[in-house]
């Protein structure tokens, strides 16, 4: 409560402004707009040679042919988007100009294509931000309410985000809008988070619509989801709003125990080291959420760790008798690949990560009782409203060393290739 007053007084209550989309918002900055060449365009750090005019513009750091060459060599070239990322540093250092400044802070703080420097990404997209760049504002915003790269910053976040709706780039009215609904970061105020969807809306944002009809409705919504434990005793129901959901279901382990480590701030240091010293005794989405957190200092141990999750939670799912659990595996996925999609921009995983995902998984228990993925049907749902929540019902213990080797074999098919 405490907390919710303070952040309640450290947010100014401004106008609700959104202009509509800018599509030359991700080149603005210092009331100019960076023209990308159409000469240099289509042209990568491998073939720009081969136009002479380009290349000497490139060798100079211009703004405009090295944002060209350095975004194509980013989508068509992955063995040298290192060295697109230098060329932007270059262009940022020689130009400041906050287009460059943009787009290497959307590199390096997406964990698209390169592992993630959030603290330089913030670095670069604050430059661009405050001299005017709306997409900088918000992607800054939303480094800043997951603490990446910065200690959490609720407040600086918001004055980014209204920031960034105010000048051409409506989907931060969105990101508002939900932020006030869901009442996680901040107070809840329904009032508040309605009106940016309606103002994203009018202004003809995509999804805004649907969004604020689903906000206006969303005292009707029942929806309540499973919270599991491994005993029924304390298997209950919790009834959600729309907005105010968990990231995935907590019937696939996603419950409330694991959603405060999980909200931790991702550069949180204590948490890091409290999954360091027990994720291989945790439930399995521990191993998921610690690949996520390495992902960022040491990309290696991320893959082998998520890989590790991944034929864990494979195996956790076999042995539940409702096939339903199955699907845990599709939303863990949805749940660390934001953190994680570089790791496999280059293909497939490389045989060290593999051999240390099988060693590390073959010195885990074969017993563990894996409530947290197999209350996860609509059977278990049932029960548990009609206050019956019972035992777990697993597959027979003497099915579960085949079921372990079927879920270690996509890793062990990948060695035999590698």
């Not at 508002?176 to 988070?193: I, S």
Request: aromatic share 6%; glycine share 6%; charged share 20%.
């Amino acid at each position: 409560m405490i907390l919710s007053i303070i952040l309640a007084a450290a947010i100014a209550q401004t106008p609700v402004r959104v202009a509509p989309a800018d599509p030359a918002a991700f080149f603005r900055g210092d009331g100019t707009v960076v023209k990308i060449d159409p000469s240099c365009r289509d042209y990568t750090l491998d073939t720009v040679q081969t136009n002479p005019d380009c290349a000497a513009r490139v060798a100079k750091g211009e703004a405009a042919p090295s944002l060209a060459i350095a975004a194509m060599t980013l989508q068509s070239v992955p063995a040298r988007r290192a060295d697109a990322v230098q060329l932007l540093k270059r262009s940022a250092e020689v130009t400041g100009s906050p287009a460059v400044h943009y787009l290497l802070g959307s590199v390096l703080g997406t964990a698209q294509q390169v592992q993630p420097d959030y603290a330089l990404a913030v670095r670069h997209l604050g430059i661009a931000a405050e001299r005017g760049n709306p997409a900088a504002a918000d992607l800054l915003a939303s480094l800043l309410l997951a603490g990446k790269g910065a200690p959490r910053d609720v407040p600086r976040a918001i004055s980014l985000y209204e920031r960034a709706a105010a000048n051409g780039f409506p989907s931060a009215a969105i990101a508002l809008g939900k932020l006030y609904l869901a009442g996680k970061r901040v107070p809840k105020d329904e009032a508040r988070g309605q009106a940016w969807l309606d103002a994203a809306a009018a202004a003809n944002a995509p999804t805004a619509a649907q969004l604020a009809a689903l906000a206006k409705g969303d005292t009707k919504v029942s929806n309540y989801q499973l919270i599991p434990s491994a005993d029924p005793a304390k298997v209950k129901l919790v009834r959600y709003g729309t907005f105010d959901n968990p990231d995935i279901p907590p019937s696939f382990g996603f419950d409330p125990e694991f959603q405060k480590i999980h909200d931790a701030p991702y550069d949180d240091r204590e948490t890091l080291a409290t999954l360091e010293k027990g994720a291989a005794a945790m439930p399995t989405p521990y191993l998921y959420e610690l690949a996520r957190r390495l992902a960022s200092l040491d990309p290696g141990r991320s893959l082998s760790t998520y890989l590790l999750a991944r034929t864990r939670m494979a195996y956790d799912a076999a042995r539940c008798a409702d096939p339903a659990a199955a699907e845990a595996l599709r939303a863990w996925d949805m749940v660390v690949a934001p953190d994680l999609r570089f790791l496999f921009a280059a293909g497939a995983p490389p045989r060290v990560a593999i051999e240390q995902a099988l060693s590390q998984e073959a010195t885990l228990p074969a017993d563990t009782q894996p409530w947290w993925v197999c209350r996860s049907g609509m059977a278990e749902m049932s029960a548990a409203m009609n206050g019956q929540a019972g035992a777990l019902k697993l597959k027979p213990a003497s099915a579960w060393p085949d079921l372990r080797k079927t879920a270690r074999a996509p890793l062990e098919k990948l060695l035999g290739s590698n």
